[in-house]
């Protein structure tokens, strides 16, 4: 073993100096974006999927070279519907579980409920000022504009579905079925001849987004839970009566049911193809007080007949992408007939956001979200950026296609 001179015992440096100076680079390397470390490759940005996370927000670093990376094109179809250098933006964030997205063409503003927080929120598209639009809102969770630019809500709360009219008063559209009161709306659209069709799942018999069964309920077998707590006198007292099932109200006022609990379980979100030939609707995962075993998470798809009748009832997905169920919730549908589906994927980091698929029920294209999303529409003047409601935050990009329907 050779012997180190005393010259060069004095310039060698200590055991000690070596170790901070490794972990001075070890703290360094961890704290440098990995997706900007691609070896010898070319620079990439980062995605929702790097470490460290993205930044969504403003101050945040680029993110867009030329398209997203985080649209993710599946099919090669989907490249016509990507805009080029438009990025995913975090417009707001502070929610506690947000959902119903819903654009308003005239105002041109949109509007989303934070169901716990029991209000709706409203983003003004010309300031990107955001403020509180209705609280409380009865723990609303969908929402949608008609043909007439009046919002329509789905009361969790309450149990009902209202409408906002242009004089300021609010009508209740649908709050029972045959004498037996309705679980809790869901998500809502309107069909050109005037009628509304919404969805009826249990959620909003729960706590968190409304108020659980009286004593005995479904929900609330044991009684222990007493849902007057914080709330109104006049609520508390529902018992849930009614499976979960797809409705529509004619505008005569007549109230049917289109989809029965077997076809379909736990429907949530729903939609009309362009043309109003199909009904999609998406089954999600089971509900408080369900006695049965709940939807698996997929979108089923119905023809619509001209006397308003479903037939040719067909599984449309599985939504399973790579593995992952990538759980569907809010619907809706581009002019060309593409669906766009929430994504739901819990812990499945990268699966997160939403789904798009073709007429065929082909998976085209995905965009990939740091939180779950819940639902989505098409807004903004033109109806060509998608807003997304997710967890605590709205996410919007804009597009190369637009929405097929208003609200």
């Not at 470490?51 to 094109?73: E, I, K, L």
């Not at 005569?252 to 009309?272: E, H, K, Q, T, W």
């Not at 698996?296 to 992408?321: E, R, T, W």
């Not at 619907?331 to 593409?338: A, I, K, Q, S, Y």
Request: some cysteine; glycine content about 12%; hydrophobic content about 35%.
């Amino acid at each position: 073993m050779a012997k180190t001179s005393a010259a060069e015992h004095d310039h060698a440096p200590s055991r000690r100096a070596v170790l901070r100076a490794a972990a001075g680079a070890a703290g360094a390397a961890a704290l440098a974006p990995k997706a900007f470390a691609q070896g010898a490759g070319p620079v990439a940005p980062p995605t929702t999927v790097s470490q460290p996370p993205r930044d969504f927000g403003p101050n945040g670093a680029p993110t867009t070279y030329f398209s997203d990376p985080d649209v993710v094109v599946v099919d090669p179809s989907f490249n016509g519907m990507v805009q080029v250098n438009s990025a995913i933006q975090r417009i707001w964030t502070g929610g506690l579980w947000v959902e119903g997205p819903a654009w308003s063409a005239q105002g041109r503003y949109l509007v989303w409920s934070d169901i716990p927080n029991n209000r709706q929120m409203r983003w003004i598209e010309d300031d990107g000022h955001v403020s509180v639009f209705r609280m409380p809102s009865n723990n609303s969770n969908g929402n949608s504009f008609d043909f007439q630019g009046r919002q329509l809500s789905c009361e969790h709360l309450t149990r009902r579905l209202v409408r906002y009219e242009l004089d300021g008063s609010v009508t209740v559209l649908a709050d029972n079925f045959g004498g037996k009161r309705l679980n809790s709306p869901n998500d809502v659209v309107q069909h050109p001849d005037g009628s509304y069709w919404f969805t009826d799942p249990p959620y909003g018999g729960q706590l968190y987004e409304g108020a659980p069964d009286a004593k005995g309920g479904p929900s609330n077998r044991a009684g222990r839970i007493n849902p007057r707590l914080g709330q109104p006198p006049e609520i508390g007292a529902a018992v849930r009566q009614l499976p979960t099932q797809v409705y529509r109200l004619d505008p005569s006022g007549r109230l049917d049911v289109v989809i029965a609990n077997d076809a379909v379980p736990d429907p949530n979100g729903l939609c009309f193809s362009p043309d109003y030939n199909r009904l999609y609707v998406a089954s999600t995962g089971k509900g408080p007080g369900d006695e049965h075993a709940g939807g698996k998470g997929d979108i089923h798809v119905f023809d619509v007949a001209p006397d308003m009748k479903l037939a040719n009832h067909q599984l449309f997905s599985n939504c399973m992408v790579d593995g992952v169920n990538c759980g569907p919730d809010g619907l809706r549908c581009d002019v060309d007939g593409n669906l766009w589906a929430s994504s739901n994927a819990g812990r499945a980091v990268g699966y997160n956001g939403v789904t798009v698929w073709n007429p065929g029920g082909k998976l085209i294209g995905r965009i990939r979200l740091p939180e779950v999303c819940g639902n989505v529409c098409f807004g903004g003047p033109k109806r060509n950026r998608l807003f997304m409601a997710a967890s605590q935050s709205i996410y919007a990009i804009y597009l190369s296609t637009q929405g097929a329907a208003p609200g």
